[in-house]
């Protein structure tokens, strides 16, 4: 296949910046959904972002590798990051104006000028697209999760435990949460067949608000624990020699990828209804420092309370299933405050999974011009038909790390590749510099097109060898 002449492929890609589709009629880009504010686009960007990942494996991460000495690394890795990846994706969707099968398809076409390349592109697309699917299946089930422990926190069965390892055990259990599952991909697809400015834009300008001043009010309370202090010692004092452990840097850079969202899929997919006037460059900014002080304040819940009582800072779905629940039980009030923490987790899952459901329903409205209610039934069938046989803890868990270590980060280098390199040159740049009043420098080509492309192959790489590296 033959590169075309790079006049000619810079005529494709002005096409596509005033928003027609090279090779054809375009895409009913006039009907297309788009976010009325960019503040509502930032909210949408930070509630795909804050998951409860934030919650269970930041304060696990911190706590055991280097205390605040493990934020060096960390904010390192989401400064690199954030100015290279979060950009990109947002980037690459305003620009095509579609998901990553639309995106990749017409990064092709730019490139090699005819409808087969433009058909591999969509092929190409098809896995982040499905990983974000398969993911967000996944994910799902620990919504139910979540949800259950909700109603057992307002109904006062969560506090009358006397065994929290067995009453999660039953829970996480084969067919264990059916209703509860259920209920929580009704509340998602609910609000996302409203579509992006009617729904996915209005929840997140409320979740996302109050998931942070919920979080605030624990930390607070946590803060008048009696030893809670030891916890904020563990938490907050620098242990240095972390830093000459290689392990540090590695789990480093996978938290900051994971909890960006950089997987080719939905930021791209967000981006994709993004005005032309809206400077991606601070909304990535401002991204990427909501995010990281949603993990700081749970980390001043989570670790403080944990060393409150005695208990064992452990990593992934037990600190808040089994622990933190433990925790609860014996705080004064502590019913009120479980309720709190578990209205917070539900809504930073449900505004995860909108952005996760998104990209496959975007590819079927785009894909095959399906309306969006019928798009959503179909991806709500799917994950129901799908996630009804994960519930099982055990099932979830290898579900996820499967989609985490070997897709996830394809899609995002893939969708790096596409925007970066299959994209004439300068066209990334100058994507990203639309809304802006003061141009990039020239790091930009440099950081995007060589070291965030050779850091998520990396990310491959390690996470393959590490068995899961976020």
Known sequence: MAVRDDNLVAEEAQAIEVGSEPGGAPE???????????????????????????????????????????????????????????????????????????AFAKAMEMRFGSRASATAGKVIGLIP??????????????????????????????????????????IASDFGNVGFHLLGLAITFGIM??????????????????FFVLFVIIAIRVATLPG????????????????????????????????????????????????????????ARNVAIFDTIAGLVAACVVVPGVFAFGLDVSSGPPLLFITLAQVFQEMPFGNIFAIILF???VFAAITS??????????????????????????VAIAAVAVGLFLEGGSTVSAWMDVISIYVIPVGAFLAALMFFWVCPRGFAKKQAELGRTKPLGRWFDFMTRYVFVIITAIVIVLGIFYGGIG
């Open 28 to 102: 009913g880009r006039g009907q297309r959904d788009s976010w009325a504010t960019k503040g509502g686009f930032i909210l949408a960007c930070v509630g795909s972002a804050v998951g409860m990942a934030n919650i269970w494996l930041f304060p696990y991460r911190v706590a055991q590798l280097g205390g605040a000495a493990f934020l060096i690394p960390y904010l390192i890795f989401v400064l690199l990051l954030g100015f290279t990846g979060v950009i990109g994706e947002m980037s690459f969707g305003r620009a095509t104006g579609a998901g990553p099968m639309g």
């Open 129 to 170: 697209t499905l990983g974000s699917l398969a993911i967000a299946i996944g994910y799902a089930v620990v919504l139910g999760w979540a949800c259950n422990y909700l109603v057992a926190s307002l109904d006062g069965e969560l506090m009358a435990q006397t065994d929290m390892g067995a009453f999660f055990g039953a």
């Open 193 to 210: 067949i409203l579509g992006i400015s009617r729904g996915i834009e209005r929840v997140n300008k409320v979740l996302m608000p109050t």
């Open 228 to 283: 809670a202090a030891a916890g904020y010692e563990y938490l907050l004092v620098p242990r240095w020699e972390a830093l000459l452990n290689p392990t540090t840097w590695v789990y480093a850079l996978g938290q900051a990828f994971f909890s960006l969202s950089l997987a080719g899929c939905g930021t791209l997919v967000y981006g994709s209804y993004l005005k032309k006037d809206v400077d991606v460059v601070s909304s």
């Open 343 to 345: 209205v917070a987790v």
């Open 353 to 378: 999974l909108m952005n996760l459901f998104e990209a496959p329903v975007e590819a079927l409205q785009a894909q095959l011009g399906l309306p969006r209610a019928a798009s959503v039934g179909i």
